[in-house]
């Protein structure tokens, strides 16, 4: 037996241990929620994440017509998040494409969320052959759905196209998953931007840190001592009793915005619109991912190659950051970088590379990447929020 022989074997074993898995599964899923059995058919699961698997069901009483996902958290997800999930699905789902909820049951420590089914489209799918108005369509729902969840003060912290659902065949959307999803809470002056509350350290602690960088509490009292170790190979004595900034890194790599990659605490709702435009930068290049970090470093990297070292400093100096790029690198122009990118796999030379440039721009006019700017502005003070970009001339009726 050959290699391409044992490969098969393998393809197939693997599928049907799956299978095996999945229906155990679903039987264990069963046994744990007693009530699921009573009212419903489970099939097959139909996605899966770090925190829940979902399944599909149809309803009992409806002869198998009406059609539900069954969301399974692990038992291990801390309650809190499971009621501030819950309480996202009941208050803001079932309008502007935001999933509603149906049920939740719970048993001992297994809690299931049903809600509606429904099928869609896979973004590889269709993101390389999308038309204006399409386009238009889509971004104007996935706002719809934007805006409505920051009018309730909340930030999904989670947009990505596995989780913005669409039906391609009947033009319907559905924005999902609020797992990691936070309560936002301006500030007093209106500006938007919240402040980190101002850490308390442990005295021992600290007294401990204190004499072993052998620094005095008369040199530290100074206002006017100033870290110099910046760009150095070592760490001077401020900055190691200074207290560890903590900020919330939530999301998927590839869709977090700079001011989530600088680990700047006070996080406001911009990460999504940051992330819907990673979406349509996307669509616009016809590339999926298209960015492709492994870590945050890499990921900084590349909106530095994109954006330019300039306006990353700008971007990290009014977030009180500082960072180091080895040397100056000017900003890319991202409508030619798109049309560049949708050419990757034809034949040049069969191409007239003017009427194909032509006909792209025809495509996709100034106003989507006008838009898309906007969208991916570094500065998350200055970037566009969803009420406005529905308004903005792409997309606005």
């Known amino acids: 037996m050959d290699l391409s022989d044992n490969s098969q074997g393998s393809e197939e074993e693997n599928y049907g241990v799956k299978f095996v898995d999945e229906k155990e599964e679903i039987a264990s899923l069963l046994a744990t929620v007693p009530a699921l059995k009573d009212l419903f058919h489970l099939h097959y699961k139909v996605g899966e994440g770090s925190f829940s698997s979902v399944f599909l069901a149809t309803l009992k009483l409806s002869n198998g017509s009406k059609k539900f996902a069954i969301k399974h958290l692990i038992p291990t997800c801390h309650p809190t998040r499971i009621q501030r999930e ?21 048993n001992s420590g297994s809690v299931v969320f049903v809600m509606p089914f429904m099928r869609h489209d896979k973004f590889p799918e269709y993101v390389q052959n999308m038309t204006v108005s399409e386009i238009k369509d889509y ?10 969840v920051h009018q309730f003060s909340i930030i999904h912290r989670d947009i990505k196209p596995s989780n913005f659902l669409y039906d391609r065949s009947n033009k319907r959307y559905l924005l999902v998953d609020f797992g990691l999803a936070e309560r936002y809470k301006k500030d007093a002056n209106k500006t938007g931007i919240v402040k980190p509350p101002i850490p308390i350290p ?16 008369n040199t530290l009292k100074k206002s006017e001592e100033k870290c110099y170790c910046f760009g150095k190979s070592r760490v001077c004595s401020l900055c190691l009793v200074r207290p560890v900034q903590t900020a919330p890194r939530a999301g998927t790599p590839g869709f977090r915005a700079p001011e989530v990659l600088l680990k700047y605490p006070a996080q406001t709702p ?67 970088l798109c049309k560049k990118l949708r050419r990757r796999g034809k034949n040049l030379q069969d191409l007239n590379l003017t009427s194909e440039e032509e006909s792209l721009d025809r495509k996709f006019p100034a106003e989507a990447f006008d838009l898309l700017s906007k969208l991916m502005e570094v500065d998350h003070r200055l970037r566009i929020t969803a009420a406005q970009a529905l308004n903005h001339p792409f997309l606005k009726l």
């Open 270 to 336: 911009a990460i999504d619109i940051w992330a819907s435009g990673v979406i349509m930068l996307s669509i616009l290049s016809g590339s999926q991912p298209f960015f492709r970090s492994p870590d945050d470093c890499t990921a900084l990297a590349e909106i530095v190659t994109l954006f330019g070292s300039d306006k990353m400093h700008q971007c990290a100096r009014k977030l009180g950051k500082k960072i180091t790029i080895a040397e100056d690198i000017p900003p890319v122009d991202i409508i030619n």
């Open 202 to 217: 442990d005295p021992v602690k600290r007294k401990r840190e204190m004499e072993n960088s052998r620094v005095s509490l």
């Open 139 to 148: 971004m104007r729902a996935l706002l719809t759905a934007l805006r409505r």
């Open 86 to 106: 819950l309480n996202c699905l009941k208050q803001i789902g079932g309008k502007d494409h935001v999933a509603g909820l149906e049920l939740c049951l719970r």
